[in-house]
């Protein structure tokens, strides 16, 4: 009689890599649990910059829509949801190729586009800063400046565990601690996606329109 696969959520390696797929599923729930958390993190700062769009919040200061470059915003957002795709085609390589060349291409890329997030959010930055529009400004900025760049953190962090993975598969191969590393990794990088597209709608998209 044939054993049942349990899986976990996320990707799973299944039968192409049953040794990582069951080593992976434990330390993934326990990320799914960090995720969370990371989450109520989130939405914590979330809570506290719509309560700063207020006049009183907002100081006698700039608001949203003096502030914000939506279509700077959109360009983000396209980059780092095109960043997901490409993730996920590094994924399903990881999975089904037997090799590491398109799983290694697809990372690169990702990374590609995860650097140029980060480098048009620190040019948007610079111009707010040059325009006076520093933290210590307003309650809104404060808040602003509490949520945002805690994200593009999160891009950094994620940035720099890719160039890591890249390192890793080249100095041991696809080996079931790299697998399911990967499994993790793919697991942050679509969540940054995710609160993303909730920084996107409630500070850029309600601040402009």
């Keep these: 009689m044939m054993q049942e696969v349990m899986n976990h959520p996320g990707l799973n390696l299944g039968a192409a890599h049953p040794h990582a797929h069951e080593a992976g599923e434990v330390p993934t729930f326990g990320f799914w649990v960090f995720l969370m ?5 989130f939405g914590l700062m ?10 009183m919040g907002f100081a ?5 829509k ?11 957002t396209g ?3 095109v960043s997901s795709f490409t993730f996920g085609l590094a994924s399903l390589a990881l999975k089904h190729d037997k090799d590491a060349r398109a799983l290694v291409r697809w990372m690169v890329v990702t990374l590609l586009l995860g650097t140029s997030f980060i480098a048009l959010e620190l040019r948007d930055f610079s111009h707010l800063f040059a325009l006076g529009a520093v933290p210590s400004r307003s309650g809104f900025l404060s808040a602003f400046f509490g949520l945002v760049p805690l994200h593009g953190l999160h891009v ?9 993975m890249l390192v890793q598969i080249g100095v041991f191969g696809l080996s079931t601690a ?16 995710i609160v993303w ?4 709608s409630v500070v850029y998209l309600a601040g402009v329109v």
């Design 60 to 64: 006698g200061g700039p608001q949203p």
């Design 46 to 55: 979330f809570a506290t910059y719509v309560t700063m769009l207020t006049p």
């Design 156 to 164: 950094a962090v994620g940035c720099l565990w890719l160039l890591v």
């Design 79 to 81: 980059i780092l949801l």
């Design 197 to 200: 597209i909730g920084i996107f």
């Design 37 to 41: 958390s990371d989450l109520i993190l």
């Design 178 to 193: 790299v697998k399911t590393r990967l499994l993790r990794l793919g697991l942050f990088w679509h969540f940054l996606d």
């Design 66 to 76: 003096d502030l914000f470059d939506l279509r700077s915003a959109l360009l983000q």
